[in-house]
């Protein structure tokens, strides 16, 4: 499963980790979830999928 990159984007923004799932709509849900991220902050958070590439191939 894809690993996210979340990034709350308030007046200092920040990191707060990384979730794990399927696309981006269910990584938001997750993230919000793990991290006590209101309904009404939600649109502040935003997610990155992370390349999953491994080097050397």
């Not at 990034?7 to 799932?21: F, I, M, R, T, W």
């Not at 979830?33 to 992370?50: D, H, M, S, Y």
């Amino acid at each position: 499963m894809p690993r996210w990159r979340v990034d709350y984007l308030g007046k200092k923004g920040s990191h707060l980790g990384q979730v794990e799932a399927a696309n981006e709509h269910e990584a938001i849900e997750k993230a919000a979830a793990q991290f006590n991220i209101t309904l009404a902050r939600q649109n502040k958070l935003v997610v990155t999928k992370i390349d999953e590439r491994k080097s050397g191939k």
